[in-house]
């Protein structure tokens, strides 16, 4: 089974950066798109960035577009998601995720890392 294991949060000052990791084991690395969600209390969980593992592909939600950027290291497995410029909006869980390259939904999920920006 897939297992996906978060970590790099913490607290950090509006305009500041943090890198999230996330290793991955028991996936199809070649057809597997890889992403990031976000969920604050009170809100839906929502997209924040994905890529496929073999071909590198992104995609980015309009929110995180020039400050976020999504990268992989296939020699540890690792997922990252590097985040600069933060704000207190970017406040949230953030949790990594798998999906098949041709499924509309992800299926696999971490546990979660904090991630919060003060003001």
């Known amino acids: 089974q897939v297992q996906l294991v978060e970590s790099g949060g913490g607290l950090v000052q509006t305009g500041g950066s943090l890198r999230l990791s996330c290793a991955a084991s028991g996936l199809s690395f070649s057809s597997a798109w890889l992403g990031w969600f976000r969920q604050a209390p009170g809100n839906e969980r929502q997209f924040v960035a994905a890529?496929?593992?073999?071909?590198?592909?992104?995609n980015y939600a309009d929110s995180v577009k020039g400050r976020f950027t999504i990268s992989r290291d296939n020699a540890k497995n690792t997922l990252y998601l590097q985040m600069n410029s933060l704000k207190p909006e970017d406040t949230a869980v953030y949790y990594c995720?798998?999906?098949?390259?041709?499924?509309?939904?992800?299926?696999?999920w971490g546990q979660g890392t904090q991630v919060t920006v003060s003001s």
């Open positions: 890529m496929t593992w073999t071909g590198g592909n992104t």
């Open positions: 995720a798998a999906r098949s390259l041709y499924s509309t939904t992800y299926n696999s």
